[in-house]
């Protein structure tokens, strides 16, 4: 390790190529790291749900749950099975062992529940998807003073619009927003929210009923039997098997008129809308959703897979501003999450600064500007190095990577300034700055690499956690012990080359204001040192044991003012949010 500090602090070129490589490729990074507000997480979880019409919990349950229950029952790595049957619904999670692929057991559940036979006769095809976190970046409040039907139909065409809006070559969106577009920047999933369900109502007339000889049952089996979307088999050919299914499911109320419902000896049939009044609407229930008194529409706008969040959310901007609205229309911004991204990020920006601004500052009080600005190099250089590796660890730039950069800013330059102190104390003490540049890393060099590997080792548990939380907390370690790890890389062999250029400070009482405020202050500490430092610790060396037993006694009553609740304990704090919700 000395011959390479001390190579490194005669090689200059080399020192500096090696922190310029860094810096640039720190710098590269940022532009290609995916933005999103937390990291995209599996709950190591499995959802499957099986639509019942017009059942009842115990129907569901008999006819939906307990066969997929015995089903699944003998599949291997299931941790817990949770069910739930609702009217017209039957769901069940599945929960993965640690240690077996979600998507493995999800495969084996689908080819155990695709092979039930005693499903309900009316419940139809099991949906099966793995359960991960949504990443909702932005909703959208569509409001106007209109019925429920024209809302929602310019709702779903303002969805449709951004689905299959896609700026292509960049002079087609603003300038600004063309920096952000990389990957795949279109936006490929938004849903409706705070909307009833489309819901076609048959209202038969008991006295054309009676004109035509029919009953209510004759009529519903018409209906469903002309209704229907069910699988037929299947034919084998040469060429493979060929899955047959009679389509025949109808969507509106148009599409009901000509259904038969019975047909009489002369040849004439009677059809639907002879004996009934069909109407498009919506289903009976008591939801409703304003915005600023007007009925109105949601939509939630996500990003999906390695989309990044500030790209989708400028594109959903973008098509919104460029929207011609019909009159009396408004569509207005809300929850936008990529706002708290965004405030992150420059809050990690202006920390990078301040804390630059902060060390050089300190440094130069108590050193002196030339040695202040080294070591303050050693936060971008550190920076860069920790973001060049993070697609490597699979790391996006989210809420959690962002406080991990904020979290190590305070500790980053330790070594630099420990380097840096013992080399210019040996420059002052008359040591030519080439010899005392290696020799005084050297002499700290293990102080220095002991001292970042513990902080490191601070960090490592939380990359033994397991479930949800070993999915979202190793971003903290994967980007504080590569950032650690770069800054005594920096210390070691970067900073001893800068600081070989360093020449003895002058006894020579200097007229520069600044500067004698600097031996000013610097004089003061030196004095704080002597009369006041040294003697204390001297004390406590030689009364060692008495301070052992007060430490223990600080931390004996820490845990106990814990232990007691004088000091709540809560995993995570409570946080004003933005809106206020009531529930009656």
Request: hydrophobic fraction near 45%; glycine fraction near 8%; charged fraction near 20%.
């Amino acid at each position: 390790m000395e011959k390479v500090i001390k190579w490194f602090s005669q090689n200059h070129v080399a020192a500096n190529f090696l922190m310029l490589l860094v810096l640039l490729a720190g710098f590269a990074t940022w532009f290609q790291l995916r933005k999103e507000i937390f990291p995209e997480t599996s709950f190591d979880a499995v959802v499957v749900s099986v639509p019942y019409p017009n059942a009842t919990p115990d129907e569901v349950t008999n006819g939906v749950i307990i066969p997929m229950e015995e089903a699944i029952a003998d599949i291997e790595g299931i941790k817990r099975v949770t069910s739930n049957a609702s009217r017209n619904v039957g769901a069940m999670t599945i929960e993965v062992e640690t240690g077996y692929e979600t998507r493995n057991v999800m495969d084996d559940v689908k080819t155990k529940i695709d092979a039930i036979d005693n499903f309900a006769e009316n419940a139809e095809r099991p949906v099966l998807e793995e359960l991960i976190v949504n990443r909702q970046i932005l909703s959208l409040a569509i409001s106007a003073d209109t019925d429920e039907a024209s809302l929602r139909e310019y709702a779903e065409t303002v969805r449709d619009g951004l689905l299959n809006y896609a700026p292509g070559k960049p002079k087609g969106v603003s300038q600004k927003l063309s920096r952000f577009l990389k990957g795949d920047p279109e936006i490929k999933k938004v849903e409706l929210a705070s909307v009833r369900d489309y819901e076609i109502s048959i209202e038969v007339s008991e006295d054309r009923l009676r004109q035509y000889g029919l009953t209510i049952q004759q009529v519903a089996a018409a209906v469903r039997k002309a209704s229907l979307d069910l699988p037929s088999g299947s034919v084998k050919t040469a060429s493979g098997e060929i899955v047959v299914r009679g389509i025949g499911k109808r969507y509106r109320g148009a599409d009901f008129f000509g259904i038969v419902v019975t047909a009489n000896p002369d040849g004439s049939v009677v059809k639907l809308e002879e004996v009934a009044e069909i109407i498009d609407g919506f289903e009976d229930s008591e939801l409703s959703s304003t915005f600023n008194g007007n009925s109105a529409v949601v939509l939630h706008v996500f990003s999906v897979g390695e989309q990044d969040t500030l790209t989708i959310a400028a594109l959903a901007k973008e098509y919104i501003g460029g929207l011609e609205k019909p009159p009396g229309v408004s569509i207005t911004l809300w929850n936008d999450m990529s706002l708290m991204l965004q405030g992150r990020l420059d809050l990690l920006k202006r920390n990078i600064g301040m804390g630059l601004l902060l060390v050089l500052l300190v440094l130069a009080l108590f050193l002196r500007p030339s040695l202040a600005f080294l070591v303050a190099m050693g936060i971008p250089v550190s920076f860069a190095g920790g973001m060049w590796l993070m697609p490597d660890f699979g790391i996006s730039l989210n809420m959690i990577s962002a406080f991990a950069f904020i979290l190590v800013l305070g500790i980053v330059v330790d070594d630099a300034i420990v380097v840096g102190e013992n080399v210019y104390t040996r420059i002052q003490g008359g040591e030519h700055p080439r010899e005392a540049s290696w020799k005084g890393t050297h002499e700290v060099g293990v102080v220095v690499i002991f001292g970042v590997l513990t902080t490191a080792m601070a960090f490592t548990p939380m990359l033994g956690l397991s479930g949800v939380s070993g999915k979202i907390w190793p971003n903290i370690p994967l980007v504080v012990i590569p950032v650690l790890l770069f800054s005594l890389v920096q210390s070691k062999f970067v900073l001893p080359a800068h600081l070989a250029l360093l020449k003895p400070t002058s006894n020579k009482v200097s007229r520069n204001p600044l500067m004698r405020l600097q031996k000013w202050i610097s004089g003061g500490l030196e004095r704080f040192i002597k009369s006041i430092y040294t003697p204390t610790l001297t004390l406590c060396l030689r009364f060692r044991y008495v301070v052992w037993v007060a430490f223990v006694g600080l931390v004996v009553i820490s845990a106990k003012l814990v232990e007691t609740g004088r000091i709540p304990f809560e995993f995570m704090p409570k946080v004003e949010g933005e809106i206020l919700s009531a529930k009656l």
